[in-house]
């Protein structure tokens, strides 16, 4: 397994999360929760292979760790603002424009919207904080392999063939890549989330700005 597979897993990553339709009121209390089960699983250790692979695996446990912590952060986010999400369940029908002349009539609400989009700016910079790590990261172990590479390719030789004299089914090398392939799913996912609720926040700041922009002309 080359380092690149990294550079390359860590790019779709990326590429993934810029495509996510999902809702951001459809049944997100039980992906968040399912998320949560997930990240408990995988956000612990992983299995030592060759040096190439551990080098990635200990990357992407990095990332998968400070992912799920900024899905906790959102998870509690939305928990303490129940009143804004039954809100917006309540008038999902209706178009963003229509939504927001509704907000805007109710001072209580918009108040409590706005609260609620400060306390998530906090985490959409995080979360932005998070891709740049992700590409800082495959860059990082990218230049490690090139310094090293006749080294870690003894080494890996060496631990392949161990792996290899195990009396095994999955041996350490096919373990650590479905470890790794579990993770960035995680990521991107727990990524995914925070995504489309920036989505609806910037919609719904665009629709309001629009109805203003109709009401000064």
Not at 5 to 19: D, E
Not at 33 to 57: F, Q
Not at 64 to 85: F, G, L, P
Not at 188 to 209: G, P, Q, T, V
């Amino acid at each position: 397994m080359k380092i690149k597979t990294l550079s390359i897993a860590l790019g779709s990553l990326l590429l993934s999360a810029c495509t996510s339709t999902v809702g951001v009121w459809d049944d997100r209390d039980e992906i968040l929760n399912e998320l949560a089960n997930r990240c408990a699983e995988h956000s612990e250790t992983y299995t030592s292979a060759t040096p190439t692979i551990d080098t990635g695996s200990r990357a992407v446990l990095t990332i998968v760790q400070r992912q799920c912590a900024v899905k906790s952060q959102y998870r509690n986010i939305r928990a303490n603002h129940k009143d804004v999400e039954q809100f917006f369940a309540m008038h999902n029908d209706l178009s963003n424009e229509e939504v927001a002349e509704r907000l805007a009539s109710n001072p209580e609400m918009q108040a409590k919207f706005n609260q609620y989009t400060a306390a998530q700016d906090k985490i959409f910079s995080e979360n932005l904080e998070l891709a740049i790590q992700l590409g800082v990261q495959a860059a990082e172990v990218g230049l490690l392999y090139a310094e090293n590479a006749q080294q870690i390719a003894i080494l890996e030789a060496a631990a392949i063939l161990n792996n290899a004299i195990e009396d095994s089914e999955e041996n350490n090398t096919a373990i650590a890549a479905k470890e790794m392939k579990e993770r960035v799913d995680l990521i991107a996912e727990s990524n995914n989330l925070i995504l489309a609720e920036k989505r609806f926040i910037d919609d719904m700041k665009a629709a309001d700005a629009a109805i203003k922009e109709r009401m000064d002309g």
